[in-house]
């Protein structure tokens, strides 16, 4: 869901402007699950940029204070979420962990890596939403770990009809700064593709293992 359509088509011009983001519809990139993808998503770009930094964290932190309120502390998923998370509980100036996929195979063994207590209010940053799944990892460990988890916020989804039914099923709510929808209609609108990619590139997210093929 998007709270702010202004704020989403700044979010995906950020993206489309230093390149985290690139479209290639005739020229598609290769994923490890193998399917065929017009787009590649590296939102890690986005912390080189400072001012560009500064709004996505801005941005982060609004939307959590309006859709959930200020939780007792921030937890980032590893590891696209470690420097995100960090800088939004800097900004809301709450405590800050992260979650790893598996717990540590040395030492403690943690999976969660910082001080909290059960009973706690926490937000799950996230930079990237596919399926959900890795997300959904994280929430279930904090979840285990007796905290109770508002939601999830990240920077960007592809609005896969699977994420979906996967955040519904685990019972968590969740936002983003922008989406699929949004970005392509920045990219045509800034000539980043021309408008006849359209019809490829929603046929791709409606199906995207299919799409090529």
């Not at 400072?50 to 937890?75: H, M, N, S």
């Not at 717990?103 to 943690?110: D, Q, R, V, Y």
């Not at 960007?156 to 922008?178: G, H, V």
Request: hydrophobic share 40%.
């Amino acid at each position: 869901m998007i709270l702010n359509n202004d704020r989403a088509l700044k979010v995906a011009e950020f993206l489309l402007q230093i390149k985290a983001i690139k479209l290639q519809p005739t020229n598609p990139f290769t994923w490890a699950s193998g399917w065929k993808s017009p787009i590649y998503c590296d939102n890690r770009k986005t912390l080189s940029y400072p001012a560009i930094r500064t709004f996505i964290r801005q941005a982060y932190a609004e939307v959590i204070l309006e859709k959930y309120g200020k939780p007792d502390f921030i937890a980032g998923v590893a590891t696209g979420g470690i420097a995100q998370g960090a800088l939004v509980a800097q900004e809301l100036g709450i405590p800050f962990v992260y979650v790893r996929s598996t717990p540590k195979g040395h030492g403690l063994g943690n999976q969660i890596e910082g001080d909290f207590e059960s009973g706690q209010k926490v937000v799950v940053i996230e930079d990237l939403i596919s399926t959900g799944g890795s997300s959904l990892q994280a929430v279930e460990a904090l979840r285990a770990a007796g905290c109770e988890v508002k939601g999830l916020v990240a920077i960007f989804t592809y609005d896969f009809a699977i994420a979906k039914e996967n955040f519904k099923n685990a019972n968590c709510p969740y936002e983003t700064l922008t989406n699929y929808d949004f970005l392509i209609q920045e990219a045509v609108s800034k000539d980043y593709i021309p408008a006849a990619d359209l019809e490829s590139l929603q046929a791709w997210r409606n199906d995207p293992s299919t799409w090529m093929k």
